[in-house]
């Protein structure tokens, strides 16, 4: 039986037996590289890293267009550390999966430290400041999720966390924001040398969110006399520290333990499913869809990895305004919320499973082809066609890939207005558009309101994914249940009429009665979900 190992991974026929690519490039060497010029740092150790942004660099390791590893650190979740890196040599066993079931197996290994940005394991912190503190440092890359970036609560106070951080300085500092620029400080402090912070969350503009994080600690530190005042400078001088904006797109899932009974059948074990007390799912392999995109925006001011070698695209902030925005309000994101709400209310766990759904198929066609594409934003380095038809006939139809409406309806009354509301706002910005027309992008609106209710089309209680407004929005739909008439009904407009969610008026867009004639029609009973769908997508 096969183990993850740099010991086992010596036995090339072995592991190449299963199926499994290697890796191509001297380990040794590459880890004695980086550990006296190391020049890429990534905070995040989860899936995303390990399946997409650490296997790009083994790309340029295995052609020899890159001499140091990367170097994983863990500022939220220590067992990451712990239980996948360490016990496994800091490799990842990658499963690639295609809609038609087809694996690609392959190691990882471009990750050759894996260390906590936690201040009571000095040496890992010793690492962390004697990394900072070298000249050859290029990057600082992130996948630390959008509430990493975070600083302030829903009352637009510090948090409790930040508060601490910002009174103890420097030196103890916890929220991952206060420990970048504590790390940031000792780079200023040792030459002020330049280097690029690089947000890769799938989130907007996340690069100024870094950027704004960072430097308002900093600031607060200042204020405090806790840090030279010159510090802030430093890291708004552009000519020395830059924040580029990226956007990336990749399905990398909780494990599957259908993918690990299968590498078991091929021979391949420990590899156990983890969860760890911070409730991250993990194991030492990563399944992914193939489909992979990340656009960064090329500002760098200490030279940067040569990653457009292994298909990652560097352009302008532009572009990757254009690229996002594509992706974000027409070509996935409104199609994944479509089918998050509909498949919770007609009872699916899995986004695959209602891909096979004629209903729900046509339902997300329309958004995308129909309603979508002619406002469209082309970004030029991407077709939306094209990206859309991957969406479609691939990614979301992909069964290997466990990704759930439930996972995807969370945080809903956030998303709105950006997965649909930019679109009618395009269509209302047009002469040759009427938003009134629209019949797919209402519905999805209209299931969106119907979930609430948290009944599903069969009458049953469900329970919710968690969103920050929830209760308030039950309350506005206080009253309305299955079999309610209209005037009942028109309870709704309280949810509707809110311009914070949508982002626009849907009343005056023409949009607010359609939106309520249809929630009014999926509350008839058992199975009016399912009517109303059939109905305006026939």
């Known amino acids: 039986m096969l183990s993850l190992s740099r010991s086992s991974i010596a036995d090339r026929e072995a592991w190449e037996a299963a199926g499994v690519e290697l890796p191509q490039f001297d380990f040794a060497a590459v880890a004695q590289n980086t550990l006296e010029k190391p020049e890429w740092v990534h905070f995040g150790a989860g899936n995303i890293f390990r399946g997409f942004v650490a296997n790009a660099h083994q790309k340029l390791l295995d052609s020899g267009k890159a001499n140091t590893g990367i170097i994983a650190a863990e500022t939220f979740d220590f067992e990451m550390i712990d239980k996948v890196y360490k016990p496994y040599d800091n490799l990842t066993l990658l499963v690639l999966m295609n809609a038609a079931g087809d694996f690609q197996k392959r190691i990882v290994s471009s990750i050759v430290e894996g260390i906590t940005a936690d201040k009571t394991r000095e040496a890992d912190y010793s690492r962390l400041t004697e990394i900072f503190e070298n000249p050859s440092l290029q990057m600082a890359s992130f996948t630390i999720t959008e509430k990493g970036y975070s600083l302030t609560g829903p009352d637009g106070q510090y948090l409790g966390i930040v508060q601490k951080d910002i009174a103890g300085g420097p030196e103890h500092p916890v929220h991952a924001m206060s420990i970048v620029a504590s790390f940031a400080y000792k780079r200023y402090l040792k030459g002020q040398y330049p280097m690029t912070f690089v947000s890769m969350d799938n ?73 760890t007390s911070k409730n991250t799912y993990t194991a030492p392999f990563v399944n992914a869809e193939i489909s992979e995109y990340l656009v960064i925006e090329d500002k760098f001011t200490n030279g940067r990895p040569a990653l457009e070698e292994a298909g990652i695209i560097f352009t302008d902030r532009d572009t990757v305004n254009n690229v996002e925005t594509m992706k974000v309000t027409t070509c996935l994101n409104p199609l994944h919320t479509a089918l998050a709400v509909t498949g919770c209310l007609l009872g699916y766990t899995l986004i695959a499973d209602e891909m096979k759904d004629a209903t729900l198929r046509k339902l997300v066609e329309t958004i995308g082809y129909k309603e979508g594409l002619p406002v469209v934003v082309d970004p030029g380095i991407l077709s939306p066609k094209q990206f859309l038809d991957e969406v479609l006939q691939e990614r979301f139809a992909n069964p290997f890939i466990p990704d759930t409406p439930q996972r995807i309806a969370t945080d809903t009354s956030q998303k709105v207005g950006i997965r649909f509301g930019e679109t009618i706002k395009s269509y209302i910005r047009r002469d040759d558009l009427d938003p009134a027309q629209l019949t797919a992008i209402p519905l999805a609106i209209a299931a969106w309101c119907r979930y609430l209710l948290g009944v599903n089309d069969e009458g049953a209680a469900f329970t919710l994914s968690s969103d920050p407004l929830l209760e308030s929005l039950q309350a506005r739909l206080e009253g309305v249940a299955l079999g309610a008439d209209a005037a009942t009904a028109a309870g709704v407009r309280a949810v509707l009429e809110d311009q914070a969610i949508f982002g626009v008026d849907l009343y005056a867009a023409g949009l607010g009665g359609t939106i309520e004639g249809m929630f009014t029609e999926m509350l008839a009973g058992p199975g009016a979900v399912r009517a109303t769908l059939e109905k305006y997508t026939a």
């Open 203 to 275: 989130c907007s503009h996340n690069g100024d969110k870094l950027k704004n994080g960072m430097v308002t600690i900093a600031k607060e530190w200042a204020a405090k006399g806790l840090v030279e005042e010159g510090f802030v400078a430093y890291l708004e001088d552009e000519q020395k520290i830059t924040f580029p904006l990226s956007m990336i797109d990749k399905i990398t899932p909780r494990p599957s333990e259908s993918v690990q009974a299968a590498l078991l059948e091929q021979g391949i074990g420990g590899m156990d499913v983890i969860v």
